[in-house]
């Protein structure tokens, strides 16, 4: 998932076409899956 979400922003992919290109569930929460990517888009702005 991480390196479909850090792949996916540098296409310019909005979050939800990331989200949808992962398979994974994060507690069967789509939620919960965004947030994740917006941690990493976050962690990479940071490096």
Known sequence: MYNK???GLKNGLS???I???V???LNDDETVKLNYIKSI???????
């Open 23 to 25: 398979e994974e569930t």
């Open 5 to 7: 979400t850090v792949i």
């Open 41 to 47: 888009e976050l962690e990479l702005s940071r490096n």
């Open 15 to 17: 979050y939800t076409e």
């Open 19 to 21: 989200s949808d290109s």
